[in-house]
């Protein structure tokens, strides 16, 4: 079985290389130049010192970065992992997989140059996307740390979350997937969502369109209101002259009490007791030659009265609950004499 040596002793190039830097800038700043390969990560399966556990594969990890084909950055206490200003100090152009573990070919700028002679930070961090059981499958960004989660300055720093993908797992359940959706999961359903939604120039007017069509609606609407009104005034006029016409000619009321009639029943309800005052009228005499004269005021006003009580009567029944036709109205007053 081979040995896997401590990580103390993996992470001693880094800190040498480190080392050599700020004591070089001590003795001769102006001949100072940074690393041009860093070590950013071991090879195999380590545990930092907060107990998580990590486990790298060199070979993959190029892969992928190839894959990409995008420069990672070097930023300042994962500041671009953080979600805040990237602070930029450096991007890494090409990742190598060694024996000892990953390693990379750093374009330093002048902060990160300046950053590594003042020795503010020394130590190396990668912010990682992992799987469940931590085995590391992309580089996001790499830090300068003063704190670094393992005994060397490659692995993960101290930071909660750094490495981890919480607002993944909130997005997969935001769209109804699991924590454990893959990215091409993740990727499949934004795109169909996507697919699904539409422009704000689409709905601003789809809603135009829509607050049209109702105003027209509504237009339609009020003009039916206005025939069926008509068409109702008319049917009850039409039934109104049917049933004066018909007192007429079978001799219940008089040519000149017509007009006083009509007028009683210019209603529904006042419709109904005329209809009970006619239908419970006996026949008149024949036409005489007062039959163009106005009725005496007193015979108007009777038939007016009558009707007034009949609609009464209808109503007080109708509040104990007992409904009545304007006839049976007309019947029970006369009872009463």
């Given amino acids: 079985m081979t040995n896997r040596p401590h990580f103390s002793q993996l992470a001693s190039a880094v800190e040498l290389a480190l080392g050599l830097v700020t004591a070089s800038v ?4 102006d001949a100072i130049s940074p690393p041009a390969m860093i070590q950013i990560a071991p ?9 998580r556990s990590f486990e790298f594969r060199p070979e993959d990890l190029v892969a992928r970065f190839a894959a990409d084909g995008v420069d990672i950055p070097v930023d300042l206490d994962h500041a671009s ?22 390693w990379a070919a750093v374009e330093w700028l002048e902060e990160g140059v300046a950053v590594l002679k003042a020795r503010t930070r020394r130590y190396i961090s990668p912010a990682i996307r992992h799987t469940d059981d931590g085995t590391a499958v992309w580089i996001h960004s790499v830090a300068l740390v003063a704190a670094p989660a393992l005994a060397m300055g490659a692995v993960a720093s101290t930071q909660p979350g750094l490495d981890q993908e919480p607002s993944m797992k909130s997005i997969a359940a935001y769209l109804g ?10 990727l499949a359903a934004v795109t169909d969502l996507k697919a ?25 609407v009020a003009d039916l209101e206005t025939k069926l009104s008509a068409i109702k005034s008319a049917d009850h006029t039409a039934k109104v002259n049917t049933l004066l016409e018909a007192a007429l ?14 007028k009683l029943a210019a209603t529904p309800e006042g419709l109904l007791s005329v209809t009970a005052i006619i239908g419970g009228a006996s026949a008149k005499l024949g036409a005489s030659g007062l039959d163009g004269s106005n009725p005496p005021e007193s015979h108007a006003q009777g ?13 007080e029944q109708a509040k104990l609950g007992i409904t009545v036709t304007a006839v049976d109205a007309l019947a029970a007053i006369e009872r009463k004499g």
């Fill in 26 to 29: 001590t003795l001769a700043a």
């Fill in 43 to 51: 090879r195999g399966r380590v545990e930092a010192r907060d107990g």
């Fill in 81 to 102: 992992a953080g979600g805040g200003n990237p602070h930029t100090v450096g991007w890494v152009k090409r990742l190598e997989a060694r024996a000892d573990g990953l």
């Fill in 177 to 186: 997937l699991s924590e454990s959706a893959s990215e091409t999961a993740i």
């Fill in 196 to 220: 699904k939604s539409v422009s704000k120039a689409d709905h601003d007017a789809a809603v135009a369109k829509l607050g049209a069509d109702l105003v027209t609606a509504n237009g339609k």
């Fill in 249 to 262: 000619k079978d001799k219940k009321i008089l040519p000149a009490e017509r007009e006083h009639y009509a």
């Fill in 303 to 315: 038939a007016a009265d009558l009707a007034a009580k009949i609609t009464a009567y209808v109503n």
